[in-house]
């Protein structure tokens, strides 16, 4: 599957990431932050889910209407921890998100909103 991480989620992700066979591009990377609506909006042209700890991104795609091709929120996630959780969920959930579902997982807790 094709990933945007946002800056926020640990780059080191990306490597266990990349390992399972996913497409993955870091914006930890990127020479500036664009800010959440640029990545939002990147993450969408170019088909990827977004990863990320912020809940802005589902409100900006929840309340505002943003598009987007499925959001995937982290929440209370050691950053070692974020890379396996990611990979869990992609295998579980990864058809869901693509059809832009909202996914938040914490610890002992999934969360899934459909797409519209």
């Known amino acids: 599957m094709k990933i945007l991480l ?8 990306r490597k266990d990431l990349d390992a399972s066979g996913h497409d993955v591009v870091w914006a930890g990377e990127w020479q500036e932050d664009p ?5 939002l909006s990147r993450a969408h042209r170019e088909g990827r889910i977004l990863v990320t700890l912020d809940k802005d991104f589902g409100e900006m795609a929840i309340v505002r209407g943003i598009p987007h091709s499925g959001i995937l929120r982290l929440v209370n996630l050691a950053a070692r921890q974020q890379a396996a959780v990611c990979i869990r969920v992609l295998a579980l959930y990864g058809n869901e998100l693509q059809s832009g ?16």
């Open 6 to 13: 946002d800056t926020c989620v640990w780059g080191g992700a």
């Open 35 to 39: 800010g959440d609506e640029e990545i």
């Open 101 to 116: 579902a909202i996914v938040t997982a914490e610890p002992g807790r999934l969360r899934i909103r459909p797409s519209d």
